[in-house]
């Protein structure tokens, strides 16, 4: 597989990368990784270094890694083959990183994962599986929110846009298919769709 940086740093522009539901996830990313306690942290694709910088405020150390240099990455290296020790940090997490590699080369990216963390790994990835959310409020106490996944008879094909290799819920990259490449190093502890971003597909997994 020939490695390179597929965007550069142009399109990290706020105004286009940084919209409402994209917001939303870094949310959700940061209750993830700290609910995990960890005492380092290592982020693969920081892309604009808003999660990275959120972590940081929060008294939480991360170390960044990416192949493009125009990031300016802590470590620039590939998710493939990284520059790392083994067991170096508590928590690897890669958020909307792991579809811009092949899906045959996933479970490769994450025996990477699995070598360099020495807990957790959290885990996003796009879905574009048909659903309904559903978010009722009462008051500020009582609060219900679901996400509904939809059957589909037809998928659709991917087409590789110049980023995307998959995406789940498309012909051929089922979520079940990607749990178990998951489930072969890690245990998932957790899954969801944000009712805010569902195009999200979070996993929290924890090192077999």
């Not at 982020?43 to 808003?50: K, M």
Request: neutral net charge.
């Amino acid at each position: 597989m020939t490695e390179f940086a597929q965007v550069d740093r142009a399109h990290y522009n706020f105004d286009k990368y940084v919209r409402r539901t994209r917001w939303n996830s870094f949310w959700y990313q940061l209750r993830e990784v700290s609910k995990c306690d960890p005492a380092s942290v290592l982020e693969v694709g920081p892309g604009d270094g808003t999660f990275s910088r959120l972590l940081r405020n929060i008294g939480i150390p991360v170390t960044t890694l990416d192949i493009a240099s125009d990031l300016e990455p802590d470590i620039l290296g590939s998710l493939m083959r990284m520059p790392i020790d083994d067991s170096a940090f508590d928590l690897v997490c890669a958020f909307q990183v792991l579809e811009h590699i092949p899906f045959g080369d996933v479970e490769r990216a994450l025996e990477e994962i699995h070598r360099v963390t020495r807990r957790y790994a959290v885990i996003s990835v796009p879905d574009i599986s048909r659903n309904i959310a559903v978010s009722v409020r009462i008051n500020r106490r009582l609060h219900f929110e679901r996400v509904f996944s939809l059957p589909r008879v037809f998928l659709p094909k991917h087409r590789f846009d110049g980023e995307h290799y998959w995406e789940l819920g498309k012909h051929g990259f089922s979520t079940a298919t990607f749990i178990a490449k998951l489930e072969r190093y890690f245990t998932i502890g957790n899954r969801f769709r944000p009712i805010e971003n569902t195009y999200h597909h979070f996993f929290i997994c924890e090192r077999r």
